[in-house]
């Protein structure tokens, strides 16, 4: 039997919930609850403890609508202001590092305290295209859980390439969830390849509850021989507010081997960033407000080119039961799925078969961790569509 059909029936509806927008709330009733269940799982747990194998599964009142990989492909193909176009357009090395720091930071997306996605099913996939940009996902392990991402823009000559995977650890007070694996952006008119990581997502709930983006990104060319660091700024430990989301670093030269600071870098990830060269000129770099809201979901164009392993329609049932807040049929369907992913690996496993992904290459070393790189040189047009 081919696993891709054995995933979903036919008949499973294809749903797509609201990307997640500067305009999101925490719903105070499910973040409540959640941080009673969290505290009542930690209790046992020891600082500096890595989550990765600790195995919690959440009924789908505490879930969004979509999983992961949704989320990772919305920070990609879902936004309000053309930030792929802007750094190919930038006439210098500076001008366009300056604008990949902007769409590094567009990719940086509110969260909701007291729900989170659905984790992904091995070989679950999400292809959603936005004008010219195609863009593909595929978890491509489970255990532990890798997802790949793949995009271009033929017309724009423009190719991204993720390898994501976390590394949570219990702080004490907080759970720091890592998010490992690196993101390669490459602007293919001018031979450059911006390699980067992503801010950390820290889950707080003593003394004060919430989730935030933290930690240091460091975006690199090694064509130009340019550099941006960058930090993300959380609430305070009492939970002050007057830093939160707040973004910090600088553009850096490389002269013989010593760093050259060309420009600063401050501001809000959730308002405004600006950059400020050693000439005194100011620039903003990112608008959030003109960037991530008032987003747009997909929409599907082709229903009959969607594929079984598609997340919108691997989750379906699940996430028309969250949406109408039919809790038993939500239930229902994602205890369904989970039990069918795991009659499918007793099956591989009787047949000694390793699975291995469709669309990338997977591979580990200790000194890299994980990396994948895509199949295919271009990501076909998909059946799922944002309107623009």
């Avoid at 996605?117 to 392990?141: A, C, F, K, M, W």
């Avoid at 992503?198 to 021989?225: H, S, Y």
Wanted: glycine share 8%.
């Amino acid at each position: 039997m081919d696993v891709d059909e054995s995933i979903v029936s036919k008949c499973t509806p294809i749903v797509l919930a609201k990307p997640l927008s500067l305009e999101e709330e925490s719903d105070a009733e499910k973040a409540s609850n959640l941080l009673r269940h969290v505290l009542t799982i930690i209790k046992d747990l020891r600082p500096g403890l890595d989550l990765i194998s600790f195995k919690y599964k959440a009924p789908p009142y505490y879930n969004m609508p979509k999983s992961h990989l949704q989320c990772f492909g919305e920070s990609v193909y879902c936004l309000g202001d053309d930030m792929l176009g802007k750094c190919n357009d930038g006439k210098t090395g500076v001008d366009r590092l300056a604008a990949v720091v902007g769409w590094s930071i567009s990719t940086t997306r509110p969260l909701i305290f007291g729900v989170f996605p659905y984790n992904p099913i091995l070989g679950e996939t999400h292809h959603v295209s936005r004008g010219t940009l195609n863009v593909l996902l595929e978890q491509v392990s489970h255990q532990p859980p890798v997802a790949a991402l793949h995009a271009t823009d033929e017309k724009h000559n423009i190719e991204m390439i993720w390898c994501h995977h976390f590394s949570p650890k219990y702080r004490g007070t907080c759970v720091e969830t890592e998010m490992c694996g690196k993101r390669q952006l490459k602007l293919k008119n001018h031979g450059e390849t911006y390699e980067m990581n992503c801010p950390n997502l820290v889950f707080k709930f003593l003394p004060t509850k919430g989730l935030e983006w933290g930690g240091k990104v460091k975006i690199q060319c090694q064509e130009n021989g340019l550099t941006a660091e960058i930090s993300y700024k959380g609430l305070g430990f009492l939970g002050r507010k007057a830093n939160s989301r707040a973004i910090n670093g600088n553009i850096f030269g490389d002269q013989s081997n010593f760093p050259i600071n060309l420009c600063d870098i401050y501001g809000h990830w959730d308002r405004t960033v600006t950059l400020k060269d050693n000439n005194g000129n100011v620039k903003v770099i990112y608008n959030a407000r003109e960037v991530i809201s008032n987003l747009k979901a997909p929409l599907v164009h082709d229903p009959k080119g969607v594929w079984a392993t598609e997340s919108a329609k691997v989750w379906g049932e699940v996430s028309q039961g969250i949406m109408s807040k039919d809790w038993k049929k939500a239930k229902k369907a994602k205890k369904e799925v989970e039990e069918r992913q795991r009659e499918i690996a007793k099956q591989r496993e009787s047949r000694m078969e390793k699975w291995v992904p469709k669309h990338f290459k997977l591979s580990y070393s200790k000194e890299n961790g994980w990396d994948c790189s895509p199949i295919q040189t271009t990501v076909p047009p998909a059946p799922i569509v944002v309107p623009i």
